[in-house]
């Protein structure tokens, strides 16, 4: 076949290239905030609240959540080509559009996690907020902390959901066209917000209860990650097509088989670390080197999440249907 | 109303591209930047060899995937069954561009916004075929309306077994093939 | 477009305009496309004639404000029946090119150094003028010659006709389609005019013999073509590259290169023996049928094979196919025939083969001009001259010269010098072969001057370079179209011209002032010269302006009727199969076959071609057409380009039997070519720095065309007998 194409467009061809790491940075850092959300409401409602009790991170991880989020908004914005032109998506709602569910549930998560974050504010660390309307808001929110918990509960669902489904709904681009893929992203999402709420904490039970919940999410990447590639495999031509940058190990798509095998050893490795971290009699403190070992650990699911939403951004714009 | 769409005769396009230009000229695309382009596909070993002439352009598709994921409606699908688009609504996120599996759009360069082909609905407005159909000297391209079964459109579809690209992809467009290969069978 | 306004969208636009006009003269394109979308700036349509390439399509321009923003074809014009190719559509991206020659210039530098001065037209004009009149005084006005190709030609030969020299040379004669008119001339007494009266819509077989027809693009010949394959007419394509022709040909013949001569007597030699041939129209129109017969005996479809590497059988299979449908069959007489050096002989050939098949005046066949022509006007007589030179020795060169003729004579100063060369509307460097001996003729001469648009490489060399403004700013002669019917077709500014360009009519008629030939001149504007003419010729000149073209009604008589019959201009008066003439200055009567070397192991015979979006040399830095076919890449056969281990995309240098060495171009590994040659597209590699889109983009075919076959009848130069090797360059860049 010789095939001579005159007038091609250079966004799309030799194939698309319309997102890059702006974009990959914010499905990450989105989907980091929404994850942290989830395990801050967890935090903050198990044991009717006695986990968050004397923690650090029951006042930080509700505030890391829009901090972060802000960044990754921050990098999706710069991705935009006509930035003055953003408040049209708050002049409108397009019900099939995944972005626009996505730009007014960010306009809704805002308040909802800066408002949890106030209610779920310790009565004794109050006085920090330094403003008496602040003080007292905080204090009229404690009451309604659960309901605020499960809304920032649900919110963390939808955001660490919805950039999956965007992906996913593209029939265009075969590599994220499967039913798999929001299922992936929000896993991998509410595990990189426990990793990180491992990080933050500051109590060993704290730190050891999420490494538990991490390790049923890290489980349940390792088996959806397969069955996300076997999917595709087993799928029509421009499926199977799609994943072979992962599986082809040469020069041209060097970036995507070192991606794979970098998961292949990233997530195992987790895995194990924190089996291991668990199984562990740590005594009344955690020694300075099981502290090292918690944040490496936690480190390389946040890595394993970046690598997960770079790949997939960028060999998702080399398949085709054609 | 109107239904708006293209036939196109690959046997008598000769790959000549005044279609490409004229459509360039007739709506601004900048340099470098294409609505409209031309594949010429060869296929077999020498001597026995098949050739194939395609242009391509936006299919106005009745189940667009760029309409559906914008935003901000800033694409949307008009009564007559021409896919456009409000350029002062949109905001350059791509969703549409990287949702048309026949790589219609681009982000028009100088301005920011996603831009496609229009079936020149300006002219067609004005009672005038669009550029490229205006220009194609092989009379490959065909426009016209589909409720009408006098037009060149209808009496084409008619006439040949037409075939549409990417037909599993359940777009449903509005582009039409018919003679695919340059020589007859 | 609505032809009323308003009262509200009146008041709306004289309110606006008033300001708007002053600022929107220096506005882009965007803007006013969309003031005219709102309504507040109306379009204009004017009509005129392309240039970009020589079929001169009637053109709408349609300008907003001063700028024109696009171009469509005229509805009335029979040459564009209202479309344009690509290149026309692009032709504003001449208009606006920032690499246009904008003042004229006087050389300071050395021929070829690229170094000029500015100069007012005064100073330039006055310079050439006195050049030439010294000329004129120490060897007479014949050593000065005229090199011209299209519309430039209305002004420039009378001027040099004015002066008294014959010499005038046209590419187009001897580098192109003069062994073609030649070939048709001895046999029917005409060729085949331009454009080519071939009647592909009603014919029922076609014949393309190293056309490729659909990439050379000929407008309404294109459309014709088209509307040909759309009606199922079978084509035969005789090329050895898989053509976009030869993708829709019923029958696509892979000939050798320079065989095709045994083809076309393989064929004759079928349809006389198998008594395919219209015996009754050859009995009333032509001569030398026997003597015809006796003479393509031998060149059996078996012999044929051997030459041609086309089987037997399918020789015998498409002889047959014509014969059948005869006379409803067109052998398309080509255009570019300079191939070999026995090229009239090849069209004679084509042409026996159109009249055995009597599709000469028949439908689908090669229809009849129209008879109709317009009244002469008067005009001062020219003044006799000394012997042409521009002939050459050849018998039958046509009066548009031969150009290395001309250029011979220079580089010998025989039969008498020739000093100056005034270069307009072509460019010599890419057209006549053998670019050394090109270079050696200006270095003997006095002056060069260049009139071009842009600085093509042959302006680059001249001593004076005067600039032309492009054809949407000028007027040039009526075109009268002598196809099917009567036509005449006006060329008008559309915009004035940009910078300090002038018209061709401009410059000819100044320069003229300045030899003392004002009389023949006698108009102030060129304008002046077409109002008289179409009054003359009761023509309505402003309903011209309006339309374009005017299409005389009746005129009308394209095929052979008991009322209709055609007029043979030859000695006999009948369409000559055996050609006495030919015979009688020494030539074979019957073309008769001789084999061509061949390349040798790893050589590869350079054959060229065209693209549908570029003319010549012409349009390569057309920014329009540039983004669309930046730079050319040469042909290889895949199964060689295996062999040799030479990737597609890859870049190669060429090579030539005489070490001459191109610039590395792209290669492009196909199937569709054989293994014997390879093939480029024409007029790339530009060695002008001033061409920035063009300057070195891609390899220049006619810098690889050192040797050229002489056809000893009318001195066609065949330029498809250079051999090249490929050498691999170190990466693809």
């Keep these: 076949m010789e095939i001579t194409v005159t007038g091609a467009n250079a966004i799309t061809s030799p194939h698309l290239h319309v997102w890059d790491w702006r974009v990959s940075l914010y499905l990450f850092l989105g989907g980091l905030s929404a994850g942290l959300a989830i395990m801050t409401s967890i935090l903050h409602v198990r044991k009717g609240g006695n986990l968050a009790k004397g923690d650090r991170a029951a006042v930080s991880a509700a505030l890391w959540t829009p901090v972060i989020l802000s960044v990754g908004m921050l990098f999706i914005f710069l991705d935009l080509e006509r930035k003055l032109n953003v408040f049209w998506f708050y002049l409108t709602v397009q019900p099939l559009s995944p972005m626009s569910w996505g730009s007014w549930g960010l306009l809704v998560f805002y308040p909802v996690c800066i408002l949890f974050a106030l209610a779920a504010f310790p009565a004794e660390k109050r006085k920090k907020l330094a403003f008496r309307q602040l003080i007292e808001l905080s204090e009229m929110l404690s009451r309604y902390k659960l309901h605020l918990a499960a809304a920032n509960f649900g919110m963390g669902i939808f955001i660490g959901i919805y950039t999956g489904v965007l992906l996913s709904s593209f029939v265009a681009r075969p590599l994220w066209n499967s039913a798999i893929l929001p299922v992936l992203f929000l896993t991998s999402a509410m595990s990189a917000g426990a990793a990180f709420m491992i990080m933050i904490a500051s109590q060993k039970k704290v730190k050891l209860f999420f490494t538990k919940v991490d390790i049923w999410l890290v489980l349940a990447e390792m088996v959806l990650l397969p069955l996300f590639f076997y999917g595709q495999y087993t799928s029509s031509g421009a499926n199977r097509e799609s994943i072979m940058p992962f599986f082809t190990f040469n020069h041209e798509y060097f970036w995507y088989g070192l991606a794979m095998l970098l998961l292949l050893v990233v997530l195992p490795i987790a895995l194990v670390m924190k089996f291991l971290e668990v199984n562990e009699d740590h005594g009344e403190e955690l020694s300075h080197e099981a502290l090292m070992k918690m944040n490496l650990s936690a480190l390389l699911v946040l890595a394993g999440g970046l690598i997960i939403r770079f790949s997939f951004v960028y060999a998702g714009q080399l398949s085709h249907l054609s | ?185 | 477009m609505t032809k009323s306004i308003s009262r509200r969208s009146f008041l709306k636009i004289s309110g606006t305009t008033t300001v708007g006009l002053t600022v929107a003269a220096t506005l882009p394109d965007k803007f006013l496309l969309w003031a005219e979308e709102q309504g507040m700036i109306k379009a204009t349509y004017t009509p005129t004639l392309c240039e970009i390439c020589f079929w001169k399509c009637g053109v709408m321009a349609k300008t907003l404000n001063g700028r024109v923003v696009k171009l469509e074809g005229n509805p009335n014009h029979p040459g564009a029946r209202g479309k344009l190719c690509g290149r026309g559509n692009g032709g504003a991206g001449l208009l606006y090119d920032p690499d246009r020659l904008k003042t004229p210039m006087i050389r300071t530098g050395e021929r070829g150094d690229g170094k000029y001065r500015k100069a007012s037209w005064d100073e330039a004009l006055n310079y050439v003028a006195e050049k030439l009149t010294r000329i004129k005084q120490q060897h007479g006005p014949e050593a000065v010659a005229l090199f011209t190709h299209g519309t430039p030609t209305d002004h420039f030969l009378p001027l040099l006709s004015a002066f008294g020299s014959p010499n005038v040379g046209m590419p187009s004669f001897a580098q192109c389609r003069g062994p073609r008119d030649v070939g048709l001339e001895l046999t029917f007494g005409e060729g085949s005019g331009s454009p080519e009266r071939v009647d592909l819509i009603n014919s029922k077989v076609a014949v393309l013999i190293g056309s490729h027809l659909g990439e050379n693009m000929h407008n309404s010949q294109v459309q014709d073509y088209t509307e040909a394959i759309g009606k199922g007419v079978k084509f035969i394509v005789v090329d050895p590259r898989y053509s976009i022709a030869a993708g829709k040909a019923h029958a696509w013949l892979p000939i050798r290169p320079a065989t095709d001569l045994a083809l076309l007597l393989a064929w004759i030699n079928v349809i006389i023996s198998e008594g395919l041939y219209d015996r009754e129209y050859l009995q009333k129109y032509a001569d030398g049928f026997g003597e015809l017969a006796a003479a393509v005996k031998e060149y059996t479809p078996e012999w044929a094979e051997k030459e041609t590497d086309i089987p037997a059988a399918q020789i015998v299979e498409t002889a047959r196919l014509m014969g059948k449908n005869a006379p409803n069959v067109c052998i398309h007489p080509g255009r570019h025939a300079a191939w070999y050096g026995d090229d009239a002989q090849r069209s004679r050939a084509m042409g026996i083969l159109t009249a055995l098949l009597g599709s000469w005046g028949r439908p689908g066949g090669m229809y009849l001009a129209t008879t109709a022509s317009f009244p002469k006007g008067e005009s001062k007589p020219f003044p006799d001259t000394k012997a042409a030179l521009n002939l050459g020795p050849y018998p039958f060169a046509g009066a548009e010269g031969v150009t290395q003729a001309i250029r011979t004579a220079t580089i010998e100063a025989k039969p008498y010098p020739v000093k100056a060369w005034i270069v307009t509307g072509t460019n010599l460097m890419k057209s006549v072969p053998n670019q050394k001996e090109t270079l050696e003729a200006i270095g003997k001469l006095d002056l060069l001057v260049a009139v071009d648009v842009m600085p093509f490489d042959t302006v680059m060399l001249a001593d004076v370079i005067l600039p032309e403004c492009s054809y949407l700013e000028r007027h040039d002669a009526l075109a009268v179209g002598k196809g099917k019917s009567l036509t005449v077709s006006l060329r008008q500014p559309v915009v004035p011209p940009k910078f300090d360009s002038k018209p061709g009519w401009w410059i000819a008629k100044e320069l003229g002032k300045r030899l003392g030939l004002a009389e023949y001149f006698p108009w102030e504007t060129y304008e002046d010269k077409i109002k008289k003419q179409c009054q003359g010729w009761g023509v309505n000149y402003e309903e011209l302006k309006k339309l374009g073209t005017i299409t005389i009604p009746d005129t009308d008589n394209p095929y052979i009727t008991p009322a209709n019959q055609p007029t043979f201009k030859t000695a006999s008066g009948k369409i000559e199969l055996y050609s006495k003439e030919l015979k009688e200055k020494g030539f074979d009567p019957v073309p008769r076959y001789t084999r061509h070397p061949v390349p040798g192991p790893g050589e590869f015979r350079l054959v060229y071609g065209r693209s549908g979006v570029h003319t010549f040399s012409r349009t390569t830095n057309n920014p329009e057409l540039n983004e669309l076919f930046p730079e050319n890449a040469v042909w290889l056969n895949a199964a060689k380009a295996k062999e040799m281990g030479i990737a597609d995309g890859s870049y190669v240098v060429l090579e030539n039997q005489d070490g001459v060495k191109s610039n590395k171009v792209r290669v492009k590994v196909t199937e569709r070519i054989r293994q014997d040659c390879v093939y480029l597209v024409h007029g790339f590699g530009s060695t002008s720095k001033e061409l920035h889109k063009a300057y070195r983009k891609g390899a220049d075919d006619q810098q690889l065309i050192t040797r050229y076959a002489v056809d000893p009848i009318c001195g066609g130069t065949g330029m498809r007998v250079n051999f090249v090797r490929l050498k691999k360059e170190g990466s693809n860049a």
């Design chain 2, 1 to 185: 109303m109107p239904k708006y769409a293209m036939v196109i005769n690959q046997r008598r396009c000769v790959a000549c591209m005044a279609c490409v230009v004229a459509c360039k000229k007739e709506n601004e695309v900048p340099p470098g930047q294409f609505r409209t382009r031309v594949i010429e596909n060869t296929e077999g070993t020498f001597p026995l060899l098949r050739m194939e002439l395609r242009s391509e352009l936006c299919n106005h598709c009745d189940n667009p995937p760029c309409v559906y994921n914008c935003p901000t409606g800033a694409s949307y699908k008009a009564d007559n069954g021409m896919v456009l688009l409000k350029h002062n609504r949109c905001v350059g996120c791509k969703s549409c561009v990287a949702a048309c599996p026949y790589d219609a759009r681009y982000i028009n360069e100088e301005k920011g916004y996603a831009d496609k082909c229009t079936f020149c609905d300006h002219r067609v407005k004005e009672g005038k075929e669009p550029a490229c159909v205006a220009t194609c000297l092989g009379k490959s391209r065909v426009f016209g309306d589909l409720e009408d079964p006098k037009s060149p459109v209808s009496v084409a579809l008619r006439e040949n077994h037409a075939e549409v690209l990417l037909k599993s992809a359940g777009t449903k467009p509005r582009v039409y093939y018919v003679k695919k290969f340059s020589k007859p069978e």
